[in-house]
């Protein structure tokens, strides 16, 4: 059973930097596929970043320039770093983990994390 748990939410300043963690558990992690999402008060769940199994990234318009995915294989975990924070990347963060075995896809949502930007 995979299971992503995010951590590192908390609230800070326009401008500031934060570092969210998501530590996938499961032997697979190298072939995962691993998302951040972000979901906004009143709003729909949005896709922030992405990195594939063989180091592919994107992001959204909003967040290019400021934010980096990045993951580190052997502590099965993806990473968020966010920095000249606004107060309209306040959210939850979810991190969003996808596979394929055997032409059969599978995938796990964590619980969420709260970044809230404010002065």
């Known amino acids: 059973q995979v299971q992503p748990v995010e951590s590192g939410g908390d609230l800070v300043q326009p401008g500031g930097s934060l570092r969210l963690s998501c530590l996938a558990s499961?032997?697979?992690?190298?072939?995962?596929?691993m998302t951040w999402y972000r979901q906004a008060p009143g709003k729909q769940r949005e896709l922030v970043a992405t990195?594939?199994?063989?180091?592919?990234?994107n992001y959204a318009d909003s967040v290019k320039g400021r934010f980096a995915i990045s993951r580190d294989t052997a502590k099965n975990t993806v990473y968020l770093q966010m920095n000249s924070l606004k107060p309209e990347d306040t959210a939850v963060y979810f991190c969003?983990?996808?596979?394929?075995?055997?032409?059969?896809?599978?995938?796990?949502w964590g619980q969420g994390t709260q970044v809230t930007v404010s002065s």
């Open positions: 969003h983990a996808k596979w394929r075995i055997l032409q059969r896809d599978y995938d796990a």
């Open positions: 990195m594939s199994s063989v180091g592919t990234t």
């Open positions: 499961g032997s697979l992690f190298r072939i995962y596929d």
